[in-house]
C-alpha cells in the first residue's frame, strides 16, 4: 500500500476519505459532548461511547493532527474550536448532519456509489442501500424524525430571508405542501396574523408538524392533513407553497407535483415554489446539486429548469421575488 507521501498535498488534500470519515466517526459518537463534559481519556471515552478504546486513540490521535481536539502529555484529550461544531446544539448543526445514523449523514455514505450516478443517471442511494431513500426512511421512525427536525432547521434559517421577500398577506389560506414539521407555515403565520394554513404532508410528519404549530400558539389558524402530494391536494386555497420539495424530486415527478397543486390551486390560486437559484437566478449550489443527485436522482434548478417545468404543468411563471440566493417563483394558470 502506498505511504500516503502526497497526503496535503495537490488534489489528494481534497479527496483524501480518512479525516472525513474519522471527523464523521467522532460526530456519530458525540466524543466532543463527552469531552465538553469533562470525560477526558480514552478508557472513560470507550467507556462512554461504546467503543474500543484501542481504535478509538488512533481516530482521536488523527484528529489531534488536523487540530479538530487537542492531547496533553498524559494523554488527556481536550476541544479546539473545530471539535466544538461537534457539539449537540451548536449553531452550525454539524454534528447532525455528519452522524453516519442519522438521515443526512447515512445519506451521504451513499457518495461511494457516485459512479452508479454518473453512468446511469440515477439516483445512488438504492444502489448503496437496496431501497430508496424515502422508503429507507421509513423504515425507522428515529431517523425519520432525526430528518424532520434537521429540514425544520435549515428551513428556518430560509424563512427569515423568505418570508419578507413575498406579500403572503395577500392570500387568506395557503397550503404547505410537503411541509415538513410545520417550521415554515409557522413563521409565515407569525408573520402574518390574519393568514391561515395547512401543513400538507406523510402522516409520520404530521403529527411533529401539529406539534410545531400548537406550539407556537397556533392551533387556532393551521393544521395538518396527512396525505400524499402525487394525488388530490386539499383544494381551495389560494395559495400552494411548495418549500425545498422539487429539487427532491426528478423532472416528471416535479411537474406531477406541480400539476397536484396547479389542480388544487384552479384559476385564481397560486403556486409559490421557494427554491435555492443563486444571486442571479441561475447559478445552483453544485454541492447541493450533487447530493440531490446521489440521494433522489433528482438536481437543483435556476429560474429557467423551473419556469419549463411550470410549463409541462399547466402553468406560467407570473413573478420571481428574489431573497438572496434564494426566490419565491410565483406561478399561475395558463
Known amino acids: 500500500m502506498a505511504d500516503g507521501e502526497g497526503e496535503g498535498r495537490g488534489v489528494w488534500a481534497i479527496a483524501d476519505l480518512v479525516t472525513p470519515m474519522a471527523v464523521r466517526v467522532a460526530a456519530t459518537l458525540r466524543v466532543a459532548d463527552r469531552l465538553a463534559d469533562g470525560v477526558r481519556t480514552v478508557p472513560e471515552l470507550a467507556a462512554a461511547t461504546g467503543a474500543d478504546a484501542g481504535v478509538l486513540e488512533r481516530v482521536l490521535r488523527h484528529l489531534v493532527t488536523v487540530e479538530v481536539f487537542s492531547r496533553d502529555g498524559e494523554g488527556r484529550y481536550g476541544l479546539l474550536p473545530r471539535g466544538e461544531e461537534l457539539r449537540d446544539g451548536h449553531p452550525s448543526g454539524a454534528r447532525r448532519m455528519l452522524d453516519v445514523e442519522s438521515g443526512i449523514g447515512r445519506a451521504d455514505l451513499a457518495f461511494v456509489a457516485l459512479p452508479h450516478s454518473v453512468r446511469t443517471g440515477e439516483a445512488a442511494f438504492p444502489q448503496q442501500f437496496g431501497r430508496s431513500f424515502w422508503d429507507d426512511l421509513r423504515a425507522d421512525p428515529e431517523r425519520a424524525a432525526d430528518y424532520d427536525a434537521q429540514m425544520g432547521v435549515d428551513v428556518a434559517r430560509w424563512a427569515e430571508a423568505v418570508v419578507p421577500a413575498f406579500d403572503w398577506?395577500?392570500?387568506?389560506?395557503?397550503?404547505?405542501?410537503?411541509?415538513?414539521?410545520?417550521?415554515?407555515?409557522?413563521?409565515?403565520?407569525?408573520?402574518?396574523?390574519?393568514?391561515?394554513?395547512?401543513?400538507?404532508?406523510?402522516?409520520?410528519?404530521?403529527?411533529?408538524?401539529?406539534?410545531?404549530?400548537?406550539?407556537?400558539?397556533?392551533?387556532?389558524?393551521?393544521?395538518?392533513?396527512?396525505?400524499?402530494?402525487?394525488?388530490?391536494?386539499?383544494?381551495?386555497?389560494?395559495?400552494?407553497?411548495?418549500?425545498?420539495?422539487?429539487?427532491?424530486?426528478?423532472?416528471?415527478?416535479?411537474?406531477?407535483?406541480?400539476?397536484?397543486?396547479?389542480?388544487?390551486?384552479?384559476?385564481?390560486?397560486?403556486?409559490?415554489?421557494?427554491?435555492?437559484?443563486?444571486?442571479?437566478?441561475?447559478?445552483?449550489?453544485?454541492?447541493?446539486?450533487?447530493?440531490?443527485?446521489?440521494?433522489?436522482?433528482?438536481?437543483?434548478?435556476g429560474v429557467t429548469e423551473l419556469t419549463a417545468l411550470a410549463d409541462g404543468a399547466g402553468l406560467r411563471v407570473a413573478g420571481v421575488h428574489r431573497a438572496g440566493e434564494l426566490a419565491v417563483v410565483e406561478m399561475v394558470a395558463v
Open 169 to 301: 398577506g395577500s392570500l387568506e389560506r395557503i397550503v404547505d405542501v410537503g411541509g415538513g414539521n410545520g417550521t415554515f407555515l409557522a413563521a409565515l403565520l407569525t408573520a402574518h396574523p390574519e393568514l391561515r394554513g395547512t401543513v400538507f404532508d406523510q402522516p409520520e410528519t404530521v403529527r411533529a408538524a401539529r406539534a410545531t404549530l400548537a406550539a407556537a400558539g397556533l392551533a387556532d389558524r393551521a393544521d395538518a392533513v396527512a396525505g400524499d402530494f402525487f394525488q388530490a391536494l386539499p383544494a381551495g386555497a389560494d395559495g400552494y407553497v411548495l418549500s425545498a420539495v422539487l429539487h427532491d424530486w426528478d423532472d416528471e415527478a416535479a411537474r406531477a407535483i406541480l400539476r397536484r397543486c396547479a389542480e388544487a390551486a384552479g384559476a385564481r390560486g397560486r403556486v409559490l415554489v421557494v427554491e435555492r437559484v443563486g444571486a442571479d437566478g441561475e447559478s445552483v449550489h453544485t454541492g447541493m446539486d450533487l447530493r440531490v443527485l446521489v440521494y433522489f436522482g433528482a438536481r437543483e434548478r
